[in-house]
Antibody, heavy 119, light 107 residues
Framework: QVTLRESGPALVKPTQTLTLTCTFSGFSLSTSGMCVSWIRQPPGKALEWLARIDWDDDKYYSTSLKTRLTISKDTSKNQVVLTMTNMDPVDTATYYC???????????WGQGTMVTVSS | AIRITQSPSSLSASTGDRVTITCRASQGISSYLAWYQQKPGKAPKLLIYAASTLQSGVPSRFSGSGSGTDFTLTISCLQSEDFATYYCQQYYSYPWTFGQGTKVEIK
């Protein structure tokens, strides 16, 4: 059974750096074709794709957020980490991680973690 | 970035109705389109990928069609558990983008 779970702070202050961890099971990110992405959803709004990391360590980022995002993986721990710098109240959202089996879409999602940016 | 225009933004329907939601891409995306269902407080769930391939375990009343720029999600006979918000998403080119969502409400 494939599962993903997001973890990280529920509250961050403006200008701080957010670090989120996606811990997964049921697959290996060293297996060809496996990828993990981060997606976010502000309250009451649509989904927004943020970043993706592949089995071969290729990385892809949202054009508008590229300068603030870093995605990395620790295959031995079955974890993917997303950092977002210079947080702003508009970054308040539920952050999801999701698996991709290349070349397809997000087939399994984590439950999401709500992050509020406020002083 | 490829823009995805999803319509309608909301609709009211009754159980048993046939419901159609459309997505239009600002440029051709072949068949690299997925559909998701999201219920309040829950993560999205993949319904259809590659425009028309039903994800394992998804009821056959859901179907997808289209290629290029115009795509359709059809629910052939709406059930009570289908009242939710639906999103389309293109994965043809980066940045991947979602439609704005369609909320399907009870009439």
């Amino acid at each position: 059974q494939v599962t993903l779970r997001e973890s990280g702070p529920a509250l961050v202050k403006p200008t701080q750096t957010l670090t989120l961890t996606c811990t997964f099971s049921g697959f290996s990110l060293s297996t060809s074709g496996m990828c993990v992405s981060w997606i976010r959803q502000p309250p009451g709004k649509a989904l927004e794709w943020l970043a993706r990391i592949d089995w071969d360590d290729d990385k892809y980022y949202s054009t508008s957020l590229k300068t603030r995002l870093t995605i990395s993986k620790d295959t031995s721990k079955n974890q993917v980490v997303l950092t977002m710098t210079n947080m702003d109240p508009v970054d308040t959202a539920t952050y999801y991680c999701a698996r991709i089996v290349y070349p397809h879409a997000f087939d399994i999602w984590g439950q999401g973690t709500m992050v509020t940016v406020s002083s | 970035a490829i823009r995805i225009t999803q319509s309608p933004s909301s609709l009211s329907a009754s159980t048993g109705d046939r419901v159609t939601i459309t997505c239009r891409a600002s440029q051709g995306i072949s068949s690299y389109l997925a559909w998701y269902q999201q219920k309040p407080g829950k993560a999205p769930k993949l319904l259809i990928y590659a425009a028309s391939t039903l994800q394992s375990g998804v009821p056959s009343r859901f179907s997808g069609s289209g290629s290029g720029t115009d795509f359709t999600l059809t629910i052939s006979c709406l059930q009570s558990e289908d009242f939710a918000t639906y999103y389309c998403q293109q994965y043809y080119s980066y940045p991947w983008t979602f439609g704005q969502g369609t909320k399907v409400e009870i009439k």
